[in-house]
């Protein structure tokens, strides 16, 4: 068997499949239809201090080469999410990643507290760059790289699990936003997060999302993230996550010759729920019959 196992901060992960979060739920839902255990890692919903009711319904409409999806961060918030939640997690040795979420740089630091005193957290991948939630002051924390390395900072004051920033690809150069990720301490990145976009119903006239805009996500949005990840991977050295429209395990071999470390199925889910576990055993029988020993040897090996 080809040596499949990556390092993800001080995490060692036994193949690099991870879910994306908000397209898994906790893992509880999708549980009775695959084997968690199986995965790389399991990255939850996003969480926040308070709890959400999300945007109002319509949320998401399936367009070409994807869908776009306005959820709002639906979620009980950090307490109930604790005490309801987590202890689903202490089911399985596959390590689960919690998915935070703030609208003041401090309520990063908060949940990080929080979730610190949770063993069966074994990271957190910290959300700044959700394109469907307004911050306070209408800042968009994901643009600017002060407060991205500020965020950075105040979750890593406050825990000493793997800390993970999730990029956005809306940046005008998104070196600059990693680079301040990675300074401030990050242990890895993950990218990309959804693109905002629009689609209109022609016969009510009307948004089909209620919020007017929503993220955009799956194939149509890959060439992007690949593109992210290749600029990413030139200029730090954490690992990162790819993700953005992976549907099968070539998607997911472009995104680790790009850089990426390891990989994360979102809306693939959605289509097809064991994506992940045909991602890993593809991945098994590329490296076969291409002679590869060790996924490492794959991280960054695009032919120019
Ligand atoms: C329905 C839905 C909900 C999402 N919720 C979150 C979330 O809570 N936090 C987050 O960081 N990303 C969230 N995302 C973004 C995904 O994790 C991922 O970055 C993005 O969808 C690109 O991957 P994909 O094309 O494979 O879906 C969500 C995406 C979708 C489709």
Redesign the pocket.
């Known amino acids: 068997m080809a040596d499949l196992r990556v390092k993800i901060g001080a995490l060692t992960l036994q193949n690099p499949v991870l879910t994306?979060?908000?397209?898994f739920g906790t893992g509880e839902e999708l549980a009775d239809f695959i084997d968690l255990n199986k995965l790389g890692a399991v990255v939850v919903?996003?969480v926040t201090l308070l709890p959400r009711e999300g945007n109002p319904m319509p949320r998401?409409a399936e367009c070409a080469g994807g869908?776009l999806?306005a959820?709002g961060?639906q979620n009980p918030g950090i307490d109930r999410f604790i005490s309801e939640k987590t202890p689903f997690f202490e089911k399985f040795k596959v390590p689960f990643l919690v998915?935070i979420s703030g609208y003041q740089p401090a309520e990063y630091g908060e949940l990080a507290k929080r979730l610190e005193a949770v063993p069966s957290v074994a990271g957190i991948?910290v959300?700044v760059s959700?394109p469907n939630v307004r911050y306070s002051k209408g800042a968009v924390f994901a643009k600017d790289p002060r407060a991205v390395g500020l965020i950075t900072r105040l979750v890593k004051k406050n825990t000493k699990k793997t800390v993970i920033i999730?990029l956005s690809p809306e940046v005008s150069d998104i070196k600059i936003i990693a680079k301040a990720a990675e300074d401030n301490g990050a242990d890895a990145l993950s990218l990309?997060?959804?693109i905002s976009g629009m689609a209109i119903d022609i016969n009510t006239r009307r948004p089909k999302i209620k919020n007017i805009m929503g993220?955009l996500?799956?194939p149509a949005?890959k060439p992007v993230g690949i593109r992210c990840v290749w600029q990413v991977y030139n200029t730090v050295k954490i690992p990162l996550i790819g993700?953005?429209?992976?549907m099968n395990v070539s998607d997911a071999i472009e995104y680790l010759l790009a850089g990426a470390t390891a990989v994360a199925?979102?809306?693939?889910n959605f289509i097809n729920p064991a994506a992940t576990l045909e991602i890993i055993d593809g991945l098994n029988r590329y490296m076969k019959s291409n002679k590869i020993k060790n996924i490492k040897e794959l991280t960054g090996k695009i032919i120019l």
């Open positions: 994306a979060s908000g397209t919903k996003g998401i869908m999806n959820i961060l998915n991948e959300n959700c999730k990309i997060n959804t993220g996500s799956g949005i993700m953005g429209g992976i199925v979102g809306t693939g």
